[in-house]
């Protein structure tokens, strides 16, 4: 683990090794000795592993390619995460997402522990067969180590419910008799999916922003007057007032993120702006969000680029440079792309006074203490785009019981997931100095730090 979340884990121990109500029989010495156990626990993965994944192009050319899966830590459960399919993986980038999910995962009180995939490549540069052969051989090289009870993989950049559906298939064909539902979760419902799995973490995404600006404002106008708290006063500001929103991203994450804020009546929300790999579109009378959505799914996932593909697409919009979105004049900002995208260089550049991360890692630290500073509300990727695992973690029970709920069901529990969550963080960022991500670090590393205590790993 390095950079922001590396420090920011350090610094939750470190409020929690202060505070003697925590661990309370943790006395003297032995405390400092547990604490610095616990520093070492979650800072470094407890398994890397690499492998080459020899595959035999359609050219007949032979290539070997690097593929990882890093478990980071099991103490809460089987390790779960997702594998990229990305040309810029690398160890430090999943072992950096390993620790998020494990750090996730406790903050949502999802019973799973967190791991990560990747593999070196970027799919639009394969065959649909030579991606079938990297799923397979992923599952092969990997065999020993995942399964329902030991690591569950999910779909990640540059994966989705295809390449989970072939993942699954290996794995079943490698473990005849075992159970094997369980084994991938953001698979197909045809295959033993979740319904509602595919926009959960969008949804969840837009949920926890919705529930911030509408549902606690609501029960809370009171109390966040009487703040002095800079973030309580931020969002006092846009409290009940119409608010413009830009959404980085337009694949899994992004283009539900954009539907949910277009379609939503709680609040008076204009999706003025949206971006891909290739551009910005703008529009201050904001954009037609579902002619865009149906646009991406009949053109590989791609936004319109041209007069022409705007005319074809029946969507008004300005054709902006794709980073343009990141410092338009807007309220709230969505980055649902990749890591690193506000940094050193951009951050005195943003306007946006509210930014909700869908991506994860998307604001270095830098630029996270920065925007702090500022006074800006951030709601961080731990928060906002867990429902990814959250309904994974329902795909795995339901494939466990052979069960299978309706999408009614799915979102109603994954709704409530993050309801218990944002009421557990909200109250405590506007009453004290941290940010909203320290909040949930300390909230995060406070229920590990417990369960490692309780079943005995900290000497
Ligand atoms: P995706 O591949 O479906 O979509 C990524 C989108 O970002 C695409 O529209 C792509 O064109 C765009 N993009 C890439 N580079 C960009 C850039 N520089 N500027 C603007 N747009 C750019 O991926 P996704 O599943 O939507 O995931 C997006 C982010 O959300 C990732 O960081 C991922 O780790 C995170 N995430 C995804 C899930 C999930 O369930 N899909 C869960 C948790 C976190």
Redesign the pocket.
């Known amino acids: 683990m390095s950079g922001s979340t590396g420090t920011i884990v350090e610094e939750s121990l470190q409020a929690l090794m202060d505070d003697q109500t925590f661990l309370p029989d943790l006395k003297a010495e032995i405390r400092e000795k547990a604490f610095s156990s616990l520093v070492s626990i979650l800072s470094t993965p407890n398994h890397v592993n690499k492998s080459f994944l020899r595959i035999a192009l359609d050219n007949k050319k032979v290539v070997r390619i690097p593929a990882f899966r890093i478990q980071h830590n099991n103490i809460l459960g089987p390790y779960k995460g ?1 594998i ?1 399919f990305h040309e810029s993986v690398s160890e430090e980038e999943t072992s950096n ?1 390993a620790s998020l999910m494990t750090l996730k995962n406790a903050l949502h009180d999802v019973p799973f522990g967190g791991g990560k995939g990747g593999v070196v490549i970027n799919p639009r540069n394969f065959s649909n067969k030579e991606l079938n052969l990297v799923c397979k051989k992923y599952v092969q090289y990997f065999s020993g180590i995942l399964g329902p009870d030991k690591d569950i993989p ?5 994966t ?1 419910e295809r390449e989970m559906d072939w993942m699954m298939g290996e794995y079943k064909s490698i473990h005849p008799g075992q159970s094997y539902l369980g084994s991938f979760t ?1 698979k197909s419902v045809d295959n033993g999916g979740s319904l509602g799995r595919k926009d ?3 949804k969840g995404v837009y949920f926890s922003f919705r529930y911030l600006l509408h549902d606690f404002m609501e029960k809370q106008y009171k109390w966040m007057v009487e703040r002095e708290n800079p973030f309580a006063k931020t969002i006092l500001n846009y409290y009940g007032k119409p608010l413009k929103l830009a959404v ?8 539900v993120v954009a539907l949910e804020a277009h379609n939503c009546n709680l609040l008076n929300n204009k999706v003025v702006s949206v ?4 551009v ?1 579109l703008y529009n201050s009378d904001g954009l037609d969000i579902p002619s865009l959505v149906q646009y ?1 799914k009949k053109n590989n ?3 319109p680029v041209s007069h022409e593909q705007l005319t074809e697409a029946e969507v008004k919009a300005t054709i902006l440079d ?2 343009d ?1 990141l410092t338009l004049e807007v309220d709230v900002l969505f980055l ?4 690193d ?1 506000i940094h050193s260089e951009n951050m005195d550049d943003i306007q946006a006074d509210i930014i909700v991360e ?5 604001t270095t630290g830098e630029a996270d203490a920065n925007l702090k500073e500022k006074g800006k509300v951030i709601i961080p ?1 731990i928060l906002a ?5 959250i309904v994974s973690y329902l795909e795995w029970l339901q494939g466990r019981e052979t069960q299978f709920y309706t999408e009614e069901e799915v979102y109603d529990r994954l709704f409530e997931k993050f309801r218990e969550t944002c009421d557990k963080v909200y109250p405590q960022y506007f009453g004290d100095a941290y940010s909203l991500r320290e909040n949930c670090y300390i909230h995060a590393v406070t229920k590990l730090s417990t369960v490692l205590y309780r079943q005995g790993k900290l000497y």
Do not use: I, K, M, Y
């Open positions: 997702g990229r997402l999910a779909p990640d950049v540059g989705g953001g959960a973490t969008g980085q991203g337009f694949g899994n994450v992004g283009s971006s891909d790999q290739n910005t991406v996932g791609d936004l794709r980073d979105l649902a792309a990749l890591e995208q869908g991506a994860n890692a998307p990727d785009n867990a429902g990814g695992v």
